[in-house]
């Protein structure tokens, strides 16, 4: 099946700093999303991103499928902005692969 | 109030008996989903359903049954708790629609003593 991997698994920051979190896959998928899980616990879905890039804000994504790998930007990080986030891939939105996420921790 | 709800938060049961989950969304939408959480694995997929009567497995399906008689409603149970069914739950909805966000309550916390 397909692997995930997401690089860093840890991150700690400044407020105010940039980050970028990588997601590397290991076949070819036409599904790809990026989430956030608060500290909280909740999930929210960031990006649909299969390929291309997007922006919502201070995040971007950009997905280069070709090279099977994923990339979400940060800019500007808030305390608001700690979390784990997912990179999660799969050839249909039934059977998504989730990778094991990076943990953003944003001080103050 | 509008979006995805489970039901209950927290729960503690013992080793061997029945336990629900429930799940309700109130946006009509065709898809749900079960998942389960624990550390250093991500998100994994038990089950997901189409539509209502309409259900099939995940990655991780066993020790778990799930029906969908109503749109809204998808609960999942554990017919016989064991303790490797200690996890987070989570349970997610979305739209018909490929590009359609993944939409998640917010989660249940089993332990199985």
């Known amino acids: 099946g397909i692997q995930v991997e997401q690089s860093p698994p840890d991150l700690i920051l400044q407020e105010g700093a940039n980050s970028t979190l990588r997601c590397n896959f290991s076949?070819?998928?036409?599904?790809l999303q990026w989430f956030h899980q608060n500290p909280w616990g909740q999930l929210i879905n960031l990006f649909y991103i299969p390929s291309g890039t997007k922006q919502n804000g201070r995040l971007s994504a950009t997905t280069v499928a070709t090279e099977r790998y994923s990339l979400l930007y940060i800019s500007s990080s808030q305390t608001t902005d700690s979390g784990v986030y997912f990179c999660?891939?799969?050839?249909?939105?039934?059977?998504?692969?989730w990778g094991a996420g990076t943990k953003l921790i944003i001080k103050p | 109030d509008a979006g995805i709800t489970q039901s209950p938060r927290y729960k503690i049961t013992e080793t061997g008996r029945q336990v629900t989950l429930m799940c309700h969304q109130t946006w009509s939408h065709s898809y749900m989903f079960w998942y389960r959480q624990d550390l250093g694995h991500g998100l994994r997929l038990i089950y997901y359903s189409a539509a209502a009567d309409i259900t099939d497995k995940g990655e991780v399906p066993d020790g778990y049954v799930v029906s969908r008689s109503k749109t809204e409603n998808f609960p999942l149970t554990l017919e016989s708790a064991t303790r490797s069914q200690t996890s987070v739950y989570f349970c997610?909805?979305?739209?018909?629609?490929?590009?359609?966000?993944?939409?998640f309550g917010n989660g249940t916390r089993l332990t199985v003593t």
């Open positions: 999660a891939v799969g050839d249909s939105n039934y059977q998504l692969i």
């Open positions: 076949d070819s998928v036409n599904n």
């Open positions: 997610a909805s979305r739209a018909r629609g490929e590009d359609s966000p993944l939409h």
